[in-house]
């Protein structure tokens, strides 16, 4: 499922999230990539989802390394810009290039790095998840994927693809968060009884 960066169970954040703003969550989903990396915020409040921001930081054709700090630097304004309690990213998917995932994996890691050095927990998904969990079927192509996280947001047109897929992880870990919460509930009233 989701595999943490931060060690907090997250029951127990959506607990302090409850306490701390009346039961309102942000969550930051981002598309990582070493020329694109899509981003997207999303607010949950009992159940809803609500549309924040998304774009892109596109890097231009530089050397890796200052590609990895644009990623970095981006990453980390947003995060100071729109405050969120939690972020969400793809895990790398890799198929027949191995060069391409190992730059994809440092793009990534200088996301998740600009998340933790804010104190954000990190949830990772698969591709496969992300889909599953917004289309409802695994092997969704990015406009079926466009479709519903338009759809899920109620947005005036359809975003761009890496924003879509962001916005997609962040509503994966929106529902993931949401699920696992209803289950400690239920397992803490099942143990009261």
Known sequence: MCRKSILMPLSQMILKVEQEQGGLMRILGV???SRITGFGVIEIENGKLRYVTSGCIKMKDKALPARLRTIFEGMSEIIENTEPDAMAIEEVFVSRNAHSALILGQARGAAISAGVSKGLSVGEYTAL?????????????KAQVQHMVRTILVLDAVPQEDAADALACAICHGHTLEHNHRMSKQQGRGTQA
Do not use: T
Request: proline share 6%.
């Open 129 to 141: 998840q992300i889909k599953k969990s917004v289309v409802g079927y695994g092997q969704a192509d």
């Open 31 to 33: 598309d990582p990539g």
